[in-house]
Every structure is written in C-alpha cells, then in structure tokens.
C-alpha cells in the first residue's frame, strides 16, 4: 500500500532525487510487471517488493477471486474459465486492468502481478500509458522449471487474507493456521494436478511469447526463480534500485 508521507517510491528505496521546485518532492515513476509462470513466486516477492518501493499493489487473480466470492457479473463471467485453469478472455480482463490503473493510487507507479498474460493484453497496457504520456520501467521474468512450478503449486495453501504459505518451503507455525489472523488454510480450486497442468500449458502457449515482446522492448530483467525467497527478493530489489538511478543520470 502507497504510504502518503513515504515520499514516493524513489524516496522509499533509498535513492536520491533533484527538483527544481523544492516545494514539489519530485515524481520518479516505477512501473513494474512481474513475469512468470503460475506458482514461479510473483506473489511471494510481490509482498515484499511494495513494501521496499511503496507501490500499490495490482494482481488480476485476486481481483478475480475476490470478485467471483462476491457474487458479482465480473465473477460470474471469470469462473467457469478460472476453474478450468485457462485464461478470462482479454475482453473481459483488460477492462479490469484499465479501471485499476486509472487511480489515484496507481499514478505513480504500480506493480503487477498476473497482467498482461497475452500479447494483446501487452499492446492494450502500452497503448493506455501511452495515452498519459507513462511508460513501463521494467518486467521482473522470474524463470522456473515445470517441475518445480508442479512441486509449489501442489504445496500452497493460502489465507482468507491472501497471504500465501507452503506446506513443505514456507510452512506456518501452526498446521492449518495463518501467522497472522489465524484463519484456516485452504488450497485454490485451481492448485489441483490436472489444472496445475493445464495452466502451464496456458503459460507455455499464450504467456510465454512476452518474453520476447519485452526483451526486444529492452524492459526485461530475468531473475532464477528456484533460488529462496530471500534471494530471489535482494536480486530483485538490487536491480530495480539501479534502473531508477539509471532513469535519474
Ligand atoms: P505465484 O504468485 O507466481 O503464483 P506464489 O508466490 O503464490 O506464486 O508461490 C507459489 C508457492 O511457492 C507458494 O506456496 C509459495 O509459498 C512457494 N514459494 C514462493 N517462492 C518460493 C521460493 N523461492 N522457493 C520455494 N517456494 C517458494
Ligand atoms: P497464478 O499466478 O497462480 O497462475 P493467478 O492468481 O494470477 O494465478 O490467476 C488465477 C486465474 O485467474 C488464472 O488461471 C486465469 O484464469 C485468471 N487470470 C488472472 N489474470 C489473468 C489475465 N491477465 N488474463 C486472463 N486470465 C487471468
């Protein structure tokens, strides 16, 4: 979540910045996607990379999720496709993305999680920043084989909060409980064998041509996703602290 006193994400990150109106903090922009197959741990790192740059938040899954438990016409459309672990067709999705861009929270930046997931999805998102004069400062690729996507994906349990654990590689301290509101664990309809494999096939055949539309964009960065959670976070956070610098000289 932005912190209005944190002074930007610049400031967050620790990293200097001129003005010439002394009056107006300087506005340095980071626009980050996070890549990568299902289960790579785009939430997992998503957690903490806000936290270090103040940035809000934007994870097309659980705004589908939430609207699905909520009953509503977005939910009503999303299901049948998100049961079957294959893809909200891009109508639908896009106008989701457009409407939680166009806030006062996301104006200076944001990160997202599980958008765009196509190349069409990619050219609506260019095309609305480029509307307001915004670009993309970076895609984080977290890489990670199928066999380990199939170990993380069987193994994830979440909270009714969205906080996610692993019942073997990030286990909470009480079975069956979260840290943090102690509600009961569930595993997502979707982290079955036979969808899991579906969605990597899905990620192979629709996700997977954005690698290339972002490397020939010079936006991507590739992170080896199998390391820990720890390490794969200061690679990351590294990394993006240096393209702002960069931006800024
Ligand atoms: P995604 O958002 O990409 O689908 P998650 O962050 O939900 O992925 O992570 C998927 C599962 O893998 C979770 O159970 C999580 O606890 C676990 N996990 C995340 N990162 C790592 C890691 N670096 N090493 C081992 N397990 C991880
Ligand atoms: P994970 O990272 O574990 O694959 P998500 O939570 O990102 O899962 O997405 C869950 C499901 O929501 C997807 O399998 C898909 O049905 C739907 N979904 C999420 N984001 C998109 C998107 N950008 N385009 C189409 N469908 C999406």
Known sequence: MADPDSGGPAAAAGLQTTSSDATKPPVTELNLIL???PGAGKGTQAERLTQDFGLPYIATGDILRKAVADGTELGRR?????????L???????????????TEEAKDGF?????????????????ALKKVGRQLTAVLLLD??????????????????????????????????CDIDG??????????????????????????PLIDYYEERGLLRRFDGTRSPTEVHDHIRATVATLRLEDEL
């Not at 999303?78 to 294959?86: I, L, N, T």
């Not at 664990?185 to 990620?203: A, C, F, G, M, S």
Request: glycine share 6%.
């Open 183 to 208: 509600s009961p664990l569930i595993q997502r309809d979707d982290d079955k064998p036979e969808t899991i494999r579906k969605r990597l096939k899905v990620y192979h055949e629709q996700t997977e």
């Open 88 to 102: 909200v067709p891009d109508d639908v999705i896009i106008g989701v993305i457009l409407e939680a861009l166009d």
């Open 35 to 37: 890549l990568g197959p």
């Open 78 to 86: 999303a299901k049948q496709y998100m049961d079957a672990g294959e």
């Open 111 to 127: 990160l997202l999680d599980g958008y765009p997931r196509t190349v069409p999805q990619a050219e609506a998102l260019d095309e």
């Open 144 to 177: 990670v084989p199928d066999e380990e996507v199939e170990r993380r994906l069987s193994g994830r349990r979440v909270s009714r909060s969205g906080r996610v654990y692993h019942i073997e590689f990030d286990p909470p301290k009480h079975p069956g409980r």
